[in-house]
């Protein structure tokens, strides 16, 4: 019963990609994106919010500047191991995206304070 259930909602999902809870405005809002993606706006970049770079998968990342195919990730603690090194799921989501041609940068949210990491965007889109 929980695979049919699943197949059903993952076949719901990519026929509709725009209901995802990730495209939500009401889905949990992370601040240190927040603080990252205002830096971006003050720069005069423009990029997307919550942007799905494939078609075949639902995924959606934080930021995308989709000309330059980079995309930036902010994330938590969930989405590493004890070594710091990203758990499966992320990390095989990080080679598929990598496969078609994306730059991902992943960024633990505290790193997204620095300005290294402003600095890392940049020099990922020249």
């Not at 195919?69 to 799921?89: C, F, I, T």
Request: hydrophobic share 35%; aromatic share 12%; glycine share 2%.
């Amino acid at each position: 019963m929980k695979k049919l259930l699943s197949a059903k909602r993952k076949a719901w999902l990519a026929a509709n990609p725009d209901k995802h809870v990730w495209k939500r405005d009401t889905k949990f809002a992370s601040v240190p994106c927040h603080v990252l993606k205002d830096k971006l706006t003050t720069l005069g970049l423009s990029f997307v919010e919550e942007y799905t770079p494939l078609t075949e998968k639902a995924y959606s990342v934080d930021i995308a500047f989709p000309t330059n195919k980079v995309a930036v990730e902010v994330n938590g603690e969930q989405h590493y191991n004890r070594d710091r090194s990203l758990k499966p799921y992320y990390q095989e989501r990080h080679d598929l995206l990598e496969r078609y041609g994306w730059r991902v940068l992943e960024m633990h949210y505290a790193f997204t304070y620095k300005d290294e990491a402003i600095d890392l965007i940049l020099e990922a889109l020249k």
